[in-house]
């Protein structure tokens, strides 16, 4: 069982920047660990991932404004995101892929808006 605590949500203007974190209950070391959003009416969707070697896979939508990163010392990963658009505004979950479940948090709201 891996157990997940988002934090870092919030509102921001169009164009700025927030950072996402997702604490992990227990070693995250060989752990596939990867951020999810769901717009209202939406279908969840990838936003990035991060393998245990520091391999990253983003989605083209967030591809040059948001970075995926990992603490394993912490057991945190973090979702760095600028250059923010209305349409990031969204509930961002975290994910971890491990012996073939998922796991996944509370989801932490980013609100992007003038």
């Known amino acids: 069982q891996v157990q997940l605590v988002e934090s870092g949500g919030g509102l921001v203007q169009p164009g700025g920047s927030l950072r996402l974190s997702c604490a992990a209950s227990?070693?995250?070391?060989?752990?596939?660990m990867g951020w999810y959003r769901q717009a209202p009416g939406k279908q969840r969707e990838l936003v990035a991932r991060?393998?245990?070697?520091?391999?990253?896979t983003y989605a083209d939508s967030v591809k040059g404004r948001f970075t995926i990163s990992r603490d394993n010392a912490r057991n945190t990963v973090y979702l760095q995101m600028n250059s923010l658009k209305p349409e990031d505004t969204a509930v961002y979950y975290c994910?971890?892929?491990?012996?073939?479940?998922?796991?996944w948090g509370q989801g932490t709201q980013v609100t992007v808006s003038s």
């Open positions: 994910n971890a892929y491990y012996l073939l479940n998922n796991f």
């Open positions: 991060i393998t245990s070697g520091g391999s990253t």
């Open positions: 227990g070693s995250i070391f060989r752990i596939l």
